[in-house]
């Protein structure tokens, strides 16, 4: 078991007949702050003692005495006003280590309650340019799948991609009407970017009257006064292609993997792969069934024309069919529910998407659950904006895809130029190859990219600024990259086979204050992750990983590695570091971050 439901275990049989509700008791239950005291601490003594009319010392003194627990602690103490210390005993850390030197898993126990997840995540709608958003939603998302599935649950994950939209009018509008034939055999990816830009700026102008663009440019200006109609034009083509129109429907499956390679290239690049992509267009024919669903069972009715759903405490209602009979974003969701509920028989299902969209999942999951589904978690986690330099929402220059994969190149390129700069200025010379360079500055770019948008606590909108992600100082994937690194090299250095040490059987010993400290934090892994996964949080695997290099630093200051004192000594700390190094490389992995043995 892990460090911290070990312990709540223990106090939970010690609370057993002082309170029917001991979870919030236990939650109380913290990693000491000042470690002279003890290495946990519990502090719930004063408000159970208000709660139970007992005097918050005595309290704890006792619950310490029912307190079952010399295998693992010292005899606790109780200080101050009532707080509980624990001090864990030595040799139950040295147990728990030498069992996660020969762990794959490194310690970590599988969950005891595993669940089925289906995390819908990405979701970028195709042939239209994908947005820094959507990079959040993709690194996030990936980061929940990869760690839950670390922990021992299903997990499904599914990118709802939006491939059924107005943007398709738009394009077969275009295609109907200025395609560039040569272009589009050539580059056809292109093409229909293109026809997508040209058509939107066009209505954009007829409708509005305000793209200056159209007016600096005559040929534009041209096209708009010949197709004064463009708007309704392009709204018919999708009006068609939802009413199954064949040369509309035709055209949109020539268009469709097309618009799927462009997004492709940015999930190959970091690295994200969706066990399905079902897209909106895959509920199209389950709308109307959904809609009558909602109103014969009374939870819709008809308000104005459209078929609204009107939910206790929201000011606005949810509309699932507009006046003229076409469903919205919503319709689909709700039929998407229902497929994954029919289908998977999820426990959760994750919605991670912007923060903007809250009014529309706290509307969607209360309609579920009138339709029944209410045992099923359905969470939005949701994030904030990626701000500029200049504090507002962060925009690629070409504001398109070609600009998303713009700024994964220029976090390579800076990258580079680290990497460059650390390997030209090593002791003894350079030691990587241009090919080796190029590799690590890959995987250094990408990380820090990833690493900067999951350090961030997700709901708060942060500042996208290349220096501060690639800085080597810092809760920075470059750091982290580096320490495992560091950590590494003392192997290549030593020349020390890793797999013979970890077999040799060596004891572990803790006797200096750094190793005992840096002893703990890698039995916290477990705890890190658990508690990361109760709200969704990868920061606090991050702010996890960046304590554990802290402490890494601490031992290797404090204390000889490959000089020990005796061989003993030398084989106890080279599996502390060993294992150091596995689990910065575990965390890095669960966030879809890459390491390189040498940089
Ligand atoms: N395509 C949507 C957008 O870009 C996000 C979809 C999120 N998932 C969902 N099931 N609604 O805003």
Redesign the pocket.
């Known amino acids: 078991m892990t460090l911290l439901p070990n312990l709540q275990s223990r106090f939970r049989q010690a609370l057993a007949t002082l309170t029917d509700q001991p979870e919030p008791w236990l939650e109380m239950i913290r990693c000491a702050q000042d470690t002279r005291f003890g290495d946990y601490q519990a502090n719930f003594a004063m408000a159970l003692g208000r709660q139970l009319n007992k005097k918050p010392r005595e309290l704890a003194a006792e619950v310490v005495a029912r307190l079952d627990m010399a295998d693992l602690c010292q005899p606790p103490e109780v200080a101050g006003p009532g707080f509980i210390n624990l001090r864990l005993k030595d040799e139950w850390l040295v147990e728990q280590l030498t069992a996660a030197v020969n762990d794959p898993r490194l310690g970590v126990e599988p969950t005891a309650r595993p669940r089925t997840y289906v995390i819908?995540y990405s979701?970028?709608?195709v042939a239209k340019p994908m947005h820094v958003g959507?990079i959040r939603s993709t690194v996030i998302g990936d980061a929940l799948c990869r760690t839950l599935r670390f922990l021992g649950h299903q997990v499904i994950s599914d990118n709802?991609?939006?491939d059924w939209g107005t943007q398709f009018g738009m394009i077969i509008y275009g295609y109907k009407h200025f395609l560039e034939p040569d272009a589009y055999r050539n580059r056809p990816v292109e093409e229909l970017a293109r026809l997508y830009r040209l058509v939107r700026q066009l209505v954009d102008y007829v409708e509005n009257e305000k793209v200056a663009a159209v007016d600096a440019d005559p040929l534009l200006a041209q096209l708009a006064a010949e197709h004064p109609q463009i708007g309704r034009g392009t709204q018919a083509e999708t009006a068609k292609l939802h009413a199954g129109d064949a040369e509309n429907h035709q055209l949109w499956q020539e268009f469709m993997p097309y618009c799927l390679e462009d997004i492709q290239r940015i999930y190959r690049r970091l690295d994200v792969h969706f066990d399905h992509a079902l897209g909106e267009s895959h509920y199209h024919d389950m709308l109307p069934g959904v809609v009558e669903d909602l109103r014969r069972r009374g939870i819709a009715r008809e308000s104005q024309g459209a078929v609204c759903v009107f939910l206790e405490g929201q000011s606005v209602p949810m509309i699932v069919q507009k006046q003229d009979g076409a469903y919205l974003?919503a319709t689909t969701?709700l039929a998407?529910i229902r497929y994954r509920m029919e289908q998977w028989q999820p426990d959760a299902i994750l919605?991670v998407?912007?923060h903007r969209?809250s009014l529309?999942f706290q509307q969607l999951f209360g309609t579920a659950r009138l339709l029944g589904y209410d045992q099923v978690e359905l969470q939005h986690v949701s994030f904030g904006t990626v701000l500029g330099k200049d504090g507002r929402p962060f925009k690629t220059r070409a504001g398109d895809t070609v600009g998303l994969e713009s700024l994964l190149d220029e976090a390579v390129f800076r990258a580079a130029r680290i990497v460059a700069e650390s390997d030209d200025s090593k002791p003894n010379g350079a030691e990587l190859s241009p090919d080796q360079r190029a590799c690590v500055a890959e995987t250094v770019g990408m990380g820090a990219l990833k690493y900067a948008d999951l350090s961030q606590n997700r709901t708060s909108d942060y500042e996208f600024d290349y220096e501060k992600m690639l800085a080597m100082n810092g809760n920075t994937a470059t750091y982290m990259q580096y320490a495992y690194a560091r950590v590494r090299s003392i192997f290549a250095k030593g020349n020390i086979d890793v797999e013979q040490l970890r077999a040799s059987g060596a004891a572990i010993t803790i006797d200096v204050p750094a190793e005992r400290a840096l002893a703990i934090e890698l039995l916290r892994f477990g705890d890190a992750l658990s508690l990361a996964m109760t709200d969704y949080r990868p920061n606090q695997i991050t702010a996890y990983l960046f304590d554990l290099a802290k402490s890494f630093s601490a031992f290797f200051e404090n204390c000889h590695v490959l000089k020990a004192e005796t061989p003993e000594l030398r084989a106890s700390r080279l599996l502390l570091s060993d294992l150091t190094a596995r689990i910065i490389r575990k965390g890095l992995e669960l966030l879809g971050i890459g390491v390189e043995e040498k940089m």
């Open positions: 819908d979701a970028p709608n959507h709802h991609i939006g974003y969701d998407t919605y998407v912007d969209q529309h």
